[in-house]
């Protein structure tokens, strides 16, 4: 079993919409990420949180450490956000550990 | 342009040759990683250097062999692959190793394929 399990694996939605993509972890973590990768593979940095709620235009990261749960929300959903997130968290013995990634499609 | 270049982008290579992967970081970075990327999988974090010393392996099999010569180049010596090493090897570097608040900054990629 994955340490880092995200759900959904794919989503599809239509332009506009509220997205939800949530990530669950079974370790103690500093802090944790959310990446976004696009087609051909280049990997942004769009989060990294160790508490609370953090706000970047559309997108918005929370973090419920208690219970071990974080959300990447996005809002008014664009094609151009048609990529692949990725939530990975950094243990508290400087590991690392990367969730398989949800695909999301946005459609026009 | 996220400051972390990697060259080649695609490479396709048989079993029995010896190539290298090359990524340059112009952000000033100590710290650089190694990560492959296998379809349906998690990354997986391969080597990591801080001040150009090797800081982690994470149990990779030594037909991989890293380089850093400087903290602004690292490499990813290839010999002997098996088909199942074709992967998207990613480099990415950060300010500091072992600083939680640390951002990641990561290279395009280099899509790796092993006949």
């Known amino acids: 079993k994955n340490e880092v399990e995200q759900s959904p694996q794919n989503l599809t939605a239509q332009e506009g919409e509220f997205i939800t993509i949530n990530c669950s972890y079974s370790?103690?973590?500093?802090?944790l990420h959310w990446l976004q990768q696009h087609p051909g593979g280049g990997i942004v940095s769009l989060f990294m949180?160790?508490?609370g709620k953090k706000k970047h235009g559309r997108l918005i990261a929370t973090i419920n450490i208690q219970e071990k749960h974080s959300s990447l929300h996005i809002t008014a959903s664009h094609p151009r956000d048609s990529a692949v997130y990725i939530c990975a968290v950094r243990g508290t013995g400087n590991q690392f550990y990367f969730g398989t990634g949800t695909s999301l499609t946005v459609i026009p | 342009e996220t400051g972390v270049t990697q060259t080649p982008r695609h490479l396709v290579m048989g079993m029995t040759n010896k190539k290298s992967l090359k990524c340059e970081q112009h952000?000033?970075?100590?710290?650089m990683y190694w990560y492959k990327q296998s379809a349906k999988k998690p990354l997986e974090l391969m080597f990591v250097?801080?001040?150009?010393?090797?800081?982690e392996n994470n149990s990779v099999p030594s037909r991989f062999s890293p380089e850093c010569p400087n903290s602004s180049h690292l490499f990813l010596h290839l010999h002997t692959l098996q088909p199942e090493d074709s992967a998207l090897y990613l480099c990415?570097?950060?300010?500091?190793?072992?600083?939680?608040?640390?951002?990641?900054?990561f290279g395009p990629g280099t899509r790796l394929t092993v006949l």
């Open positions: 250097y801080s001040l150009e010393e090797r800081v």
């Open positions: 949180l160790s508490s």
């Open positions: 370790v103690g973590i500093s802090a």
């Open positions: 990415a570097s950060s300010q500091d190793w072992g600083q939680s608040t640390d951002t990641q900054y």
């Open positions: 952000l000033g970075h100590n710290a």
